[in-house]
């Protein structure tokens, strides 16, 4: 008899067939990752709690900093901060999500309390419909696909440190980011887009740093057929860009948490949500296999719209499986006793062990298996 299990994963891991695309900084693998709920939200789905959350987001990061300092005193940036106080429950813009198929599953039913369908959402990193040399550069400036990073990325400590900011200075880099994608018509133009993307690379990759090297130049107008007018407007702005009031705060406060950091940022890459894997500081996300998307949707105003803007702009690199509200008892049983993963190995700490040998006391504590989940 084929297990439920099987049956669920095999659907979990049917994604459409592609070529991967390599990080070439970190040169990374492709990866699948998972993440479990007990019912669909709908609309909202693959929202992070910030967006459920009434106070500011510097104000949560802030208070929790200050009454549980001392979880962070040997961290070692603002991405493993905001790692671990979405681990230990607070509101953030990270989702949950898992590098182990079976963990998802087992979020997706853990709750016997819940009856409603589960739902189990599989994302595939860093990847392409075609080889990139089959591609134009044209086709290639339009793909969406989530990529992985790690850790100690730059674009996580960006965004990381964004969010602990004043919602004024947010604001207001976030203006002077769309007023700059506008002048150089980057949403209809992937010419643009592409100079753009060749300008910040020719910093990163050493070909000049000074916004006004006529290396720089050259390459524009070499490789994009730019005019030499264009050219010196996207520089121009760029530069007005990094030197505004909101950018500085922002470098000042990035080298206030990790020291030299290069006035180099890619500005048009800040909307772009992606997954990465945070240092494995404590048993429990080693046992559930933890990673997180970043969603870096800083003038969203509702969980509704952030959930519309992942779920279209990763339709082509996911896909969600309903889990049956008959199937989640059986997948339940199995995942025990076939996988051992179950409430104890999931939360391998010594209370939740003992609830595991407890078992499920519905009659005097319907809530006992609602407590603290990956897929808050």
């Known amino acids: 008899m084929r297990l439920l299990t099987e049956s669920y994963i095999n ?16 040169n990374t693998k492709p990866k699948l990752f998972f993440r479990g709920q007990s019912c669909s939200y709908g609309k909202s789905d693959l929202s992070a709690s910030l967006y459920r959350n009434q106070k500011r987001e510097e104000t949560l990061i802030h208070e929790y900093t200050q ?26 813009r990270l989702l949950d999500v898992t590098s182990n198929a079976l963990v998802a599953l087992y979020f997706a039913v853990e709750d016997p309390q819940n009856k409603e369908n589960g739902i189990v959402w599989t994302f595939e990193t860093n990847v392409s419909g075609k080889k990139e040399n089959d591609r134009s550069k044209e086709e290639l400036s339009n793909l969406q696909f989530l990529q992985f990073k790690y850790y100690d990325s730059d674009l996580l400590e960006v965004l990381s440190t964004l ?36 300008y910040w690379q ?13 290396h720089i130049k050259k390459k524009l107008r070499k490789n994009m057929n730019l005019s030499k007018g ?13 030197e505004s009031q909101a950018a500085r705060d922002l470098y000042q406060k990035i080298c206030n948490d990790v020291g030299a950091f290069d006035r180099n940022i890619n500005f048009v890459d800040l909307e772009t949500p992606f997954v990465f894997g945070p240092p494995v500081s404590n048993e429990r996300i080693r046992a559930q296999s933890g990673g997180f998307i970043f969603e870096p949707f800083f003038a969203a105003r ?25 199937d989640k008892e059986p997948l339940r049983e199995e995942l025990d006793q076939l996988y051992a993963i179950n409430r104890e ?3 391998p700490d010594v209370f939740e062990g003992a609830q595991y040998v407890n078992g499920p006391d519905l009659e005097n504590d319907p809530k006992s298996y609602n407590t603290l989940t990956q897929t808050k």
């Not at 603002?78 to 671990?84: C, I, K, M, S, T």
């Not at 264009?230 to 990094?242: I, M, S, T, V």
């Open 163 to 198: 969010c602990t900011l004043k919602e004024s200075t947010k604001t207001a880099l976030w203006y002077d980011i769309k007023q700059f994608k506008e002048s150089q018509h980057i949403p209809d133009s992937p010419k643009m887009l592409q100079a753009y993307e060749l």
């Open 302 to 326: 509702s969980a509704t719209e952030v959930g519309e803007k992942m779920q279209m702009m990763l339709k082509n690199v996911s896909v969600s499986v309903t889990i049956r509200s008959c």
């Open 11 to 26: 659907k979990m891991i049917s994604l459409p067939r592609h070529t991967f695309v390599l990080d070439l900084i970190h």
């Open 345 to 347: 190995t999931m939360f």
């Open 67 to 92: 009454r549980f300092s001392s979880q962070f005193l040997t961290m070692r940036n603002n991405g493993e901060r905001l790692a671990q106080m979405q681990h230990s429950g607070l509101n953030t």
């Open 230 to 242: 264009e050219a010196r407007r996207l520089q121009k702005e760029y530069r007005e860009l990094n």
């Open 202 to 214: 020719s910093l990163s990759n050493g070909w000049g740093t000074a916004a006004g090297n006529d």
